[in-house]
């Protein structure tokens, strides 16, 4: 069936950047990732799991306003990847951040990968 891997977090500072990467691997995950929406979530410590972006087939987006003028988006099909370029991060970014379809398939939720902003 495959998966969706997320990649990029670390930890940087506040007004730092990260460029976060999905990629998905196998053949059903692929085709997945190509025809429905696709979003980044996260989760802080305590929290529900939220919405952060999503790019729909058409490339059209939408963002949390928390994040709107901070974050983009975007997607290579070519490569079954999708990005997630984070500027001017503050500490209230601080979270796991995840990949996945929009709405979220239980099937894809991974291990995501840990963004930490320090004041």
């Known amino acids: 069936q495959g998966q969706l891997v997320e990649s990029g977090g670390g930890m940087v500072q506040t007004g730092g950047s990260l460029r976060l990467s999905c990629l998905a691997s196998?053949?059903?995950?692929?085709?997945?990732?190509?025809?429905?929406?696709m979003g980044w979530y996260r989760q802080a410590p305590g929290m529900q799991r939220q919405l952060v972006a999503l790019i729909r087939s058409g490339n059209s987006t939408h963002y949390a306003d928390s994040v709107k003028d901070r974050f983009t988006i975007s997607r290579d099909n070519a490569k079954n990847a999708m990005y997630l370029q984070m500027n001017n991060l503050r500490p209230e970014d601080t979270a796991v951040y995840y990949c996945?379809?929009?709405?979220?398939?239980?099937?894809?939720w991974g291990r995501g990968t840990q963004v930490t902003v320090s004041s």
């Open positions: 196998g053949v059903h995950s692929r085709r997945v990732f190509r025809i429905n929406p």
């Open positions: 996945n379809t929009y709405p979220g398939t239980n099937t894809y």
